[in-house]
């Protein structure tokens, strides 16, 4: 292996210094289940990592003005730790405690599941379904950005070589609102999306939906934000023609690949039918109902 | 670059070495540390046999870079029993005849103290998902599963039979 440089800065801006004065390649390294197995396949090779994890409050999950902070580096297994985070966006806990084992779920982040840009990252739809943000430290300083302006393909993210990300924000949960993950894999424990669904709805005092965001994983290049899957859902109760809309509007959205996974037919067939099972969860949650997500 | 020292715990005790920025964890017990009963299997945390707790939180020692140990508290599976005295997921381990060929045996040990230091009460579908991580070729699993579930119940005092 060609020389690595490690180093572990204890504040933001040092992070920042060190990133954008690196001569090479210097990769952002949080939780590492990722990047460590790129680092040993030679697919990456970094003149420099930058370990966040020493930085204050970048491990951490606090609440603020009804919604939650997040630390970047934070293991997906805290936030399952977490009762009232769990309680108040179960899809977005659910969907962290689907990527990989437990072993995985100790260690790795929401960062890194983001920035990783793998279109299959469970996290990530959720995360959007719940109309996340993140902020982003750089050398001008900090900035917000919605987790949908991140991942722009395979791999990349529109994050400059200076920038990573600092924290996650969810927003306060809008009363009568619910959010749910579901992704399909052939086997009941440790793979990999062949289709993830993220879906969170908010519904007025008769059940009808006043607002949607619906998301899908693992069927295009990057997670996708369907607003016309969405506009299925509002001003609708979740019946039968509701479903047949979302399910038709799931399908269209759907660009994906070919792979072991699953034909590009296949993906987009149960798209829909995994659109149709999300949402159901998720109206069940707005209306107070206990619906488990997640498998 | 030069190596980097570094300071840590490991099964109790304070423990210091010398590594490489790229080495991992799973490297330096084995081959620096001599700590060898945590196993390669597939360097890329999908097989568990690697397993170690950091801080109380089971993860893939392949998975982690020696250096980030710096300031953390690292039981391997050598630090499972105390002294002579199994723990009672190695005690079932042994009669319940959970392991043939015993490559991934550490890991799900050490995977299975995780689970009995967090619930002492799992059930069966609890304790194969928490296991999931953990592959072994050999058993089935179901020896694994029983030896788990009756290591609960002897940590909870109940008698095992």
């Known amino acids: 292996m060609p020389s690595l440089n490690y180093v572990a800065p204890a504040t933001v801006q040092e992070a920042v210094r060190l990133l954008a004065g690196a001569s090479g390649l210097a990769k952002v390294l949080s939780g590492g289940t990722d990047l460590l197995v790129q680092l040993r396949s030679g697919r990456t090779r970094p003149e420099l990592i930058v370990d966040t994890k020493k930085i204050p409050g970048i491990i951490g999950i606090r609440e ?116 749910a993950y579901l992704r399909f894999i052939p086997r009941t424990e440790m793979d990999i999306a062949v289709v993830g669904c993220g879906v969170c709805v908010t519904l007025d005092a008769n059940g009808v939906c006043t607002a949607a965001r619906v998301v899908l994983g693992a069927v295009a290049p990057t997670p996708v934000l369907v607003p016309e899957a969405a506009a299925a859902l509002v001003g609708h109760k979740l019946d039968d023609a509701t479903l047949e809309m979302l399910d038709a509007a799931a399908r269209r959205a759907c660009n994906p690949i070919d792979d072991k996974r699953g034909t590009i037919d296949y993906r987009t067939k149960v798209a829909g039918v995994l659109a149709r099972r999300t949402a159901a969860i998720a109206f069940n949650r707005a209306s107070g109902g206990k619906s488990a997500g997640g498998h | 670059m030069s190596k980097i020292h570094v300071t840590t715990t490991i099964n109790g005790e304070p423990a210091e070495f010398l590594c490489e920025p790229h080495q991992t964890l799973l490297d330096v017990l084995r081959n620096e540390l001599n700590l060898t009963g945590s196993k390669e299997g597939c360097a890329s945390g999908d097989c568990g046999a690697c397993s170690v707790i950091v801080d109380g939180r089971l993860m893939c020692s392949c998975l982690m870079l020696a250096v980030e140990s710096t300031g953390h508290e690292v039981t391997t599976i050598e630090g499972v029993a105390k002294g002579d005295e199994l723990h009672p997921v190695q005690r079932q381990f042994l009669q319940h005849a959970a392991l043939q060929c015993g490559f991934c045996t550490p890991g799900l040990i050490v995977a299975a103290k995780a689970l009995l230091d967090r619930n002492t009460n799992p059930t069966e579908t609890e304790a194969r998902y928490w296991l999931a991580g953990n592959l072994c070729r050999c058993t089935g699993y179901d020896k694994v599963i029983r030896a788990v579930l009756d290591a609960a119940a002897e940590m909870r005092g109940e008698t095992v039979a």
Do not use: Y
């Open chain 1, 64 to 179: 603020e003005n009804g919604g939650f902070v997040i630390g970047a580096a934070t293991p997906g297994m805290a936030l399952f730790e977490h009762p009232t985070l769990k309680q108040t966006w179960p899809g977005v806990v659910e969907a962290a405690n689907l990527i990989g084992s437990k072993q995985v779920q100790g260690r790795a982040s929401l960062a890194g599941n983001l920035c990783n840009a793998s279109p299959a990252a469970d996290s990530v739809p959720a995360m959007i379904a719940a109309g996340a943000t993140c902020l982003i430290a750089g050398s001008d300083g900090t900035r917000q950005a919605k987790v949908e302006d991140i991942v722009t393909g395979p791999g990349r993210t529109s994050l400059a070589r200076d920038e990573f990300i600092v924290e996650f924000r969810l927003p306060k949960r809008e009363p009568r609102s619910g959010d």
